[in-house]
Nanobody
Framework: QVQLVESGGGLVQAGGSLRLSCAAS????????MGWFRQAPGKEREFVAV????????DYADSVKGRFTISRDRVKHTVYLQMNSLKPEDTAVYYC???????????????WGHGTQVTVSS
């Protein structure tokens, strides 16, 4: 079992940057692929990025490709989402998730954090 706690959200102007962190408890961090999802008001939760268990493979939603970078630190048991060139449409609650396999579907992940709010002003 793993517990996830996100941090790093906030208010930023369009074009700015933020780095989200997701700290995972337990010694099983390396067992899981780690993903980031987001949910805007009135919309479904959507895939943002995922990194494989070993950190050698990543996948991104088309809407963030080239602007966002996912990474993981095996020692700190933390996964990061570096977000650059932020746009107002990136405004959402961002969730970290852990799953046995990499995937773009929410059903691929069994563990979720509580989310961190990202607001991008125009």
């Amino acid at each position: 079992q793993v517990q996830l706690v996100e941090s790093g959200g906030g208010l930023v102007q369009a074009g700015g940057s933020l780095r989200l962190s997701c700290a995972a408890s337990g010694r099983t961090f390396s067992y899981y692929a780690m993903g980031w999802f987001r949910q805007a008001p009135g919309k479904e939760r959507e895939f943002v990025a995922v990194i494989s268990k070993g950190g050698t493979s990543t996948d991104y939603a088309d809407s963030v490709k080239g602007r966002f970078t996912i990474s993981r630190d095996r020692v700190k048991h933390t996964v990061y989402l570096q977000m650059n060139s932020l746009k107002p449409e990136d405004t959402a609650v961002y969730y970290c998730a852990a799953g046995a396999l990499t995937g773009r579907e929410t059903t691929s992940y069994g563990y979720w954090g509580h989310g961190t709010q990202v607001t991008v002003s125009s």
